[in-house]
C-alpha cells in the first residue's frame, strides 16, 4: 500500500510520536474552513444517432442544495450561532496529560463544534441544522456531436452544495451509448454490412446503401467478391475536437441463395456448364487483409 512520507502503515509518524511524548506534533487549524461540495455522477443512455450529431438532453438530478431558509448558517432565521462553549470559539480542544518524561498538552478538533467554533442553539426549523437539503433539480445537458460510449460531460458547479461557504461540487453526465440495428462504429467511420446477390456480384449493379442521413447511390462493379470495401465519403461520425467528418465503408458479402426454384436451378446448372469445375488456388490478399488496408490498420 501506499504509506506516503515516512508514516509506517498504522502509525501516524514520527510527528506523533514526538507529540505523544514531548507535547508538540501536528496541529489542527483553529477553525473549520469552506467545504467544497461532493462531486455527483448521473448516467444516461443515449440513441446512436444522438451519439454522432449531438442533442440537448434534460435531466433530474436529486442534491443537497443551500438551505434557503437559513442561507446555509443552520439557525433559525432571527437567531445566530453561539460561541462554543466547549473549545470557546477556537475549534480545538486541549488536554492536558502526564506522561514518564512529563506533561505535555495534546491538542484535537472540538467534537462538539466539529472544529468549526459555532453551535446552533435553535436549529432551522427546514434543514434541522445541516445547512442543506436534498432538492430535485432540472439541468439540460449539451451533447455534443461525435461523442462515444463512456465518455463524461462536466457540469461544473452543479454537484452538491459547499459547507462554510465552499463552492459546489461538479455533475459528471456519463454516456452510455444504445447500439444501432446495423451500423458499427469504428473511431469516427461507420461501418455497415451489406449483402448483394450473385447476379449484382458478376454483372455490376447500382444499389442505394442506408446511411444516417438518408439514402445514397452506390456503383457495384461487375466482379464483386465477398469482402469487397466500398466508402461513402463524409458520412460518417464528426471528429469532437476538429472540423471533418469519417466515412461510412460498406463491406460487401456476396449472398449465396439458398432456396432455388427448378427454373433457378436449371439456369445455375446452364451457367456452371459454361464455367467449368476446376477449383483453382488463390493467393493475394485475402478478406481480413483487405479489410485492414480499408480501414487503415
Known sequence: GDFGGFGFGGFGGLDDI???F???GTRTQARQGPHRGSDLRYDMAISFEEAVFGSDKEIEVTRLETCLTCQGSGAEPG????RCPECQGTG???QARQSIF???VNVTTCPRCQGRGEVVVTPCSTCHGDQRVERP???MVDIPPGVDDGMRIRLSGEGEAGLYGGPAGNLYVILHVEPHPYFHRRDHDILLNLN???????????ITVPTLEGEEKLSIPAGTQTGAVFRVKGAGVPNLR??????EIVIVNVAVPTHLNEEQKQLLVELGKTLGSEVIPQGGKGFFERLREALGL
Not at 437567531?79 to 453561539?82: F, I, Q, Y
Not at 448483394?196 to 447500382?206: F, H, M, N, P
Open 102 to 104: 512529563g506533561a505535555f
Open 242 to 247: 476538429r472540423s471533418g467528418r469519417g466515412d
Open 79 to 82: 437567531t445566530t450561532p453561539s
Open 137 to 139: 433539480r432540472k439541468l
Open 196 to 206: 448483394i446477390t450473385i447476379v449484382q456480384a458478376a454483372l455490376g449493379d447500382e
Open 92 to 94: 480545538q480542544v486541549r
Open 22 to 24: 514531548f507535547g508538540f
Open 18 to 20: 514526538f507529540g505523544e
